[in-house]
């Protein structure tokens, strides 16, 4: 028996009927298109010796000056680091580190001595350092309130669960949440010693540290011009001394929108780290912003680090038009760099004595 056929079957649409109900039948077959038929025009690199010889050496010429390049201005960046966690007996902070907790009431205060070979000439940025923190948790990621910390009037009195357990304290906490609550609270004084004896504090700007959208844009305090009667109703977070409203004489620096809060709140991605504490501005060109000398770091020892085995410091660095000083970057280029250009003179190798051997064989008929 012979059947019909036609192209349109083919592709999927049959023009008859069959069934009982003459429903048309249709098959899963995609339609006859370049898209569904996968016909759409396409391009494929062909990888020859007189294509990738010459790749290999062009990124490998422009990656080890680059590299070089970025090196050389990471090293020239000024930076000393001080560990003043007070683990050694013979350290200055070790009664500090042993004694100190967070129910301390009294303060405990440690001075360290420290000296610089070569002056710092630019700005000089101080960093507080942490070790074996873990601010990259979940749950401590997302134990905070950002409404709170925007000002929301009825966030400040019902703060957000997500600030469990440190939500409230017999009144709502504010700021609530594991982060602000585990704020680092040293003090950190630096002075300069002069060679005839006289001793100088070195001044230290507070305001300019933090992100300029979260002083204005993430972190504002709430309506009222008092902040003490605005917080009347809070209290503070069970680890800190005093409640936010006290953070700062300076209206402009005090409340949700103190520089030092803001900054701690902006948690690290990574167990080690580094925030930024202080700003030494350079007054003129004609002296070094930290002449090479003598000086002594006063710590007011406030942040307890031995319940989980953490390390504390503080870091004195210059930047450049890279950032802060941070070797990686270059030695990554040098070292793709260099790969690329080896391997490009090993295959050059290779093509030089295989290649033509290869070409000229002859096909046997």
Known sequence: ?????SAKEEDGHHSGSAGLGGAA???RKPDNTAFKQQRLPAWQPILTAG???????????????IGIGLYVTSNNIKEIEIDYTGTDMSSPCFNCSQSFSWNSTTPCKCILSFSLDQPFESNVFMYYGLSNFYQNHRRYVKS??????NGDERSLKEPSKECEPYRVNVKPIAPC????????NDTLDLFYLDPNGT????????????????KHVKFRNPPGSNLTAVFIDTAKPV???KPVYELDTDPDNNGFIN???????RTAALPTFRKLYRIIQKKNNQTPTLPRGNYTLEVTYNYPVRSFEGRKRMILSTISWMGGKNPFLGIAYITVGSICFFLGVVLLFIHHKYGNRNNSSDIPS
Not at 1 to 5: E, G, K, L, T, V
Not at 52 to 65: D, H, Y
Not at 259 to 265: G, L, N, Q
């Open 259 to 265: 520089e030092d809060f803001i900054v701690w709140m």
């Open 25 to 27: 039948i249709r098959t």
């Open 239 to 241: 680890n800190w001394h």
């Open 177 to 184: 949440g594991a982060i602000a609550n585990s704020m680092f």
């Open 51 to 65: 294509t990738v010889l010459p790749a290999f050496f062009v990124i490998g010429l422009i990656f080890i000056p």
């Open 199 to 214: 001793k100088t504090q070195i001044p230290l700007i507070k305001k300019g540290i933090a992100w300029w959208t979260d």
């Open 1 to 5: 028996m012979a059947s019909s056929y």
């Open 144 to 149: 905070r309130d950002d409404s709170q910390l």
